[in-house]
């Protein structure tokens, strides 16, 4: 199965106004709330591609309660661990005339050392031999840097397989903790290895760093012009194709999602890269956070090629 941590899921409410002025009453034309996290987009994108999936992470309060409820609805499994306080809310007003978009952002719950190690009680009680982790998205405000490797030490003894999509000081303490694959976009791998990527030679050289520090296998994602993969014995570039972009929000995601679903299916190497490529590929061809469907990743999947880079 398919385990995916989001330790910061957000309800985003979107309230449309025919014309937004500040300081005015407004009459709502319409509203959406929906829930969102990366580690929950992830899991969506197993569920749509029909692996077995469980969401799980940290929730609070009544807004906690609506996100696990809204996945139910979805028919993905959840069991998070719920600790004191509120989930985050963020609310949108989006001017109708203009499109312009007023975003406020909350804060989500305080953790506590005892909700830490409850956490960390609760990943092991959930995960089992042979399962997929995918470890996804930002830390909660004062989380411990190293959340993310004290969960990989704790559930590698157990026999799961660990991913690691994360960036800033998450990553770079969360690469500590050894996780079977980390994938990082350009810009996070920069960051991490500290280095700026001029060249492809300069991306394998920072993808290398990490290789000799340990890590299986390093997925560098590099928007439209595809990826970069490197493990102890390939250094292979997965190409994607041209096509009309909507949004390429949640494209890492989805890239994320078909790695983990083509790991569990058994795909070899080239096979699963191609399939996660396919995967995200289809997946800026829909808006939002859409899920894209078995038939639009295998329309892609053909056009999508792994090359081998000496
Ligand atoms: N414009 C595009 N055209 C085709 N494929 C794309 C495009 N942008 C992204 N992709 C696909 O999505 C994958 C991941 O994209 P990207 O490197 O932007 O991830 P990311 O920055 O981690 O995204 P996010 O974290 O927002 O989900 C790429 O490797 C590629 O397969
Ligand atoms: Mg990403």
Redesign the pocket.
């Known amino acids: 199965m398919i385990v995916t941590v989001t330790l910061n899921p957000v309800i985003e409410r979107t309230i449309l106004v025919d014309e937004f002025k500040l300081g005015a009453t407004h009459n709502t034309e319409s509203q959406t709330i929906i829930a969102r996290g990366k580690g929950m987009h992830v899991s969506r994108i197993v569920h749509a591609l029909g692996e077995e999936t469980l969401a799980t992470g940290l929730l609070a309060g009544k807004n906690g309660r609506f996100i696990a409820d809204q996945l139910a609805q979805e028919e993905i499994n959840n069991h998070f661990l719920f600790i004191p306080g509120h989930s985050q809310e963020n609310t949108k007003i989006k001017d109708e005339k203009t499109s312009m978009i007023t975003e406020f952002r909350g804060h989500g719950p305080s953790l506590e050392e005892e909700d830490i190690e409850r956490f960390l009680h609760h990943l092991e009680e959930i995960v089992h031999q042979g399962d997929i982790l995918v470890l996804s998205g930002t830390l909660p405000e004062n989380a411990p840097h190293d959340f993310y490797a004290r969960m990989i030490r704790r559930v590698r003894p157990l026999g799961v397989f660990t991913i690691l999509?994360t960036a800033n000081s998450a990553l770079k303490e969360g690469v500590i903790g050894k996780p079977n694959i980390i994938?990082p976009?350009i810009a996070?791998l920069e960051e991490l290895v500290d280095m700026t990527f001029e060249t492809e030679e300069d991306i394998i050289k920072g993808g290398k760093v990490l290789i000799q520090k340990g890590i299986d296998e390093v997925l560098i994602?590099l928007g439209k012009e595809g990826a970069i993969y490197l493990s102890d014995n390939d250094i292979l570039k997965i190409t994607t194709t041209d096509v009309e972009v909507l949004s390429t929000k949640g494209a890492?995601?989805a890239f994320v999602g078909g790695l983990a679903v083509g790991l569990l299916q058994g795909k070899d190497t080239m096979e699963r890269l191609r399939f996660a490529s396919a995967c995200a590929t289809a997946s800026v061809r829909l808006k939002g956070l859409e899920t894209p469907t078995i038939e639009m990743i295998e329309a892609v999947l053909d056009d999508i090629e792994v090359i081998e880079l000496t």
């Open positions: 999509d994938k976009n996070e994602t890492g995601d």
